[in-house]
Structure formats: C-alpha cells, structure tokens
C-alpha cells in the first residue's frame, strides 16, 4: 500500500508538471502568437509529453524496470490516446459551448489523468515479469 501511495503522488506531481507545461504552452501559442486553440493544444501535447515520460520513467514507474524504447514506445501510444481524447473534446466542447478556451482546457487534462495513469501502471511502464 505504502509504494502504491508513493507512486501515485510521484503520478501527480509529475502529471500536473506536464499538464501545467501542456496549459501554458498553449495559451502562450494562442494569446502570443494568436495559433488557433486545437492547433497550439497539437504542440502543447508534444512539448508535455517528454515532460511527462521522463517524470514518469524516471520516478512514478521506475520499480517497474521496463526497458526505455519499450516504454516510450508504449507510453508514447497512451499519450496519443489520450490526446485523440483530448482533443476531440476539445474541438466538440469549443464549438458546443461558450467556456473560455484555456478554462475548458485546464478540465480536459485533469479529465485524461486517470486514463493515463491506469494504462502507465498496468502497461506502459510494466517491466518483464520475475518469478519470485
């Protein structure tokens, strides 16, 4: 229990470091380059993704001991599946309701969290299997 608790605060500090980065990168795309929001979101997700993979092999999945171009790969797939997620929401919530971009944002990425910690864990991050 005591390592499941460690590795979910680990997951949180992390994925809110690379939802902070993925946020920010947006809305300087949009408000200081005037980049359109799902185009600037495409680039917010490719910066927070090596902020994100590197948090998460480094310290949230380390004891898992998945070799590194298994895990990006892998990892690379979760993050593109929650950014298809991402997204599509996006692109529906920002033509279907009147919320502020980097507000409707901000609830998106705290929505995908759960989805790509389940899929990290049990997945992603998950080193070959030792007989004990």
Request: proline share 2%; with cysteine.
């Amino acid at each position: 229990m005591k390592s499941t608790l460690k590795q979910l605060v680990w997951f949180v500090a992390v994925g809110c470091s690379a939802a902070a980065t993925h946020w920010l990168v947006v809305v300087a795309f949009v408000s200081g380059l005037h980049t359109a929001p799902l185009l600037a979101n495409v680039i917010g997700w490719l910066v927070a993704f090596s902020v994100s993979f590197t948090g998460h092999y480094l310290l949230t999945f380390r004891h898992q001991h998945a070799p590194l171009w298994q895990a990006v790969r892998r990892f690379f797939l979760v993050s593109a599946l929650g950014f298809t997620v991402n997204e599509a929401s996006y692109a529906l919530l920002l033509s279907a309701t009147t919320i502020r971009y980097d507000i409707l944002l901000a609830f998106i990425l705290i929505a995908i969290a759960v989805l790509t910690f389940i899929l990290g864990r049990f997945w992603a991050f998950r080193g070959a299997r030792h007989p004990h």
